[in-house]
Nanobody, 115 residues
Framework: QVQLVESGGGLVQAGGSLSLSCAASGIIFSRNDMGWYRQAPGKQRELVAHITAGGSTNYVDSVQGRFTISRDNAKNMVYLQMSSLRPEDTAVYYC?????????WGQGTQVTVSS
């Protein structure tokens, strides 16, 4: 059974930092591309950051230079370090895994940035 479990969300003031973690099980982690998505109330879910199985990364323009995605294949973990947070970063953040055939979602973790 595939499980993606996010942690690290919470409430932070604008300009602050948070680090999200996602623990994966039930997949061959090293063969999966991993991503962080977010969904704000009334908005569509959007890709925030993506890291391939080979370690290549890309980011949505709005977080470029502020967020960093990384992975630890030995621990089956993917991380999202977020800094210079803005109120518009408020959303539920979801971990996503794909071997390019199937995709899996975590349950999400709430990030709230107060102004």
């Amino acid at each position: 059974q595939v499980q993606l479990v996010e942690s690290g969300g919470g409430l932070v003031q604008a300009g602050g930092s948070l680090s999200l973690s996602c623990a994966a099980s039930g997949i061959i982690f090293s063969r999966n591309d991993m991503g962080w998505y977010r969904q704000a109330p009334g908005k569509q879910r959007e890709l925030v950051a993506h890291i391939t199985a080979g370690g290549s990364t890309n980011y949505v323009d709005s977080v470029q230079g502020r967020f960093t995605i990384s992975r630890d294949n030995a621990k089956n973990m993917v991380y999202l370090q977020m800094s210079s947070l803005r109120p518009e970063d408020t959303a539920v953040y979801y971990c996503f895994a794909t071997d390019r055939v199937r995709g899996y979602w975590g349950q999400g973790t709430q990030v709230t940035v107060s102004s």
